[in-house]
């Protein structure tokens, strides 16, 4: 969903967007986006901070209130640093200031979208270290070695998969996976799921060589 209040810019972003494969709902202001997204779901909103009616920072914080998990980018004229982070102390998932090459807002786009929805950039099924991973079937191939998985780990494994080299905390883990805030018990349960995981699908589970143990930070899936 694009939320824009400037025709041009609307237009000229709805034709990049559809040319790159997205289909694109638009609102013109504040309150048609509020009730648009009321009344459908999306994978992710583009949202002007500065609109008629009610402003992005408004949308973005009642969103976020009422519980809205739809991924948000930030869209504004306004590019002083604290601005930013003020966008993204709101709730939004990233931030974009114009002017910005469309190249970069759909990179930009993509990346959210990875982390949010996993299972977008890598599908139901993928190479998973040397595992053949498939999350509908809930299985891991390996040569002539097949093991069943768990949901949970399918959407741990899943998950990890679209975030190559990056140290994934344990409280991003647990939010993304669980959908929940991280409590002490979360910790734990994300320790005992890893380290389940590793039982079935690392050669030495005592020396991990798929997702390692970044001392401090969380883990992450080490591809070469």
């Given at each position: 969903?694009l939320?824009?209040?400037?025709?041009?810019?609307?237009?000229?972003?709805?034709?990049?967007?559809?040319?790159?494969?997205?289909?694109?709902?638009?609102a013109?202001?504040?309150?048609?986006?509020?009730?648009?997204?009321?009344?459908?779901?999306?994978?992710?909103?583009?949202?002007?901070?500065?609109?008629?009616?009610?402003?992005?920072?408004?949308?973005?914080?009642?969103?976020?209130q009422?519980?809205?998990?739809?991924?948000?980018?930030?869209?504004?004229?306004?590019?002083?640093?604290?601005?930013?982070?003020?966008?993204?102390?709101?709730?939004?998932?990233?931030?974009?200031?114009?002017?910005?090459?469309?190249?970069?807002?759909?990179?930009?786009?993509?990346?959210?979208?990875?982390?949010?929805?996993?299972?977008?950039?890598?599908?139901?099924?993928?190479?998973?270290?040397?595992?053949?991973?498939?999350?509908?079937?809930?299985?891991?191939?390996?040569?002539?070695?097949?093991?069943?998985?768990?949901?949970?780990?399918?959407?741990?494994?899943?998950?990890?998969?679209?975030?190559?080299?990056?140290?994934?905390?344990?409280?991003?883990?647990?939010?993304?996976?669980?959908?929940?805030?991280?409590t002490?018990?979360?910790?734990?349960?994300v320790?005992?799921?890893?380290?389940?995981?590793?039982?079935?699908?690392?050669?030495?589970?005592a020396?991990?060589?798929?997702?390692?143990?970044?001392?401090?930070?969380?883990?992450?899936?080490?591809?070469?």
């Open positions: 969903m939320v824009e209040d400037e025709p041009k810019i609307r237009e000229g972003l709805v034709d990049f967007l559809e040319f790159h494969g997205f289909g694109v709902t638009v013109e202001d504040g309150l048609q986006a509020e009730r648009t997204v009321s009344e459908r779901r999306f994978d992710l909103i583009l949202l002007d901070r500065m609109l008629p009616q009610i402003s992005g920072e408004q949308l973005c914080t009642r969103w976020r009422q519980g809205l998990p739809t991924p948000i980018i930030m869209v504004t004229a306004k590019g002083l640093e604290h601005e930013r982070i003020a966008g993204l102390d709101l709730g939004s998932d990233d931030y974009v200031t114009k002017p910005f090459s469309l190249e970069e807002l759909l990179a930009r786009i993509k990346a959210v979208l990875r982390r949010t929805d996993p299972g977008r950039s890598v599908g139901r099924q993928f190479v998973f270290g040397n595992w053949q991973i498939d999350v509908a079937a809930l299985k891991a191939v390996r040569q002539e070695r097949q093991i069943e998985i768990s949901p949970r780990e399918a959407q741990i494994i899943q998950y990890f998969a679209a975030n190559p080299n990056r140290v994934i905390s344990r409280e991003e883990l647990y939010e993304k996976v669980w959908h929940d805030q991280m002490d018990l979360g910790t734990r349960t320790d005992v799921h890893i380290a389940k995981l590793r039982g079935k699908i690392e050669h030495d589970p020396n991990p060589m798929i997702i390692t143990t970044v001392r401090g930070a969380g883990y992450r899936y080490d591809v070469g």
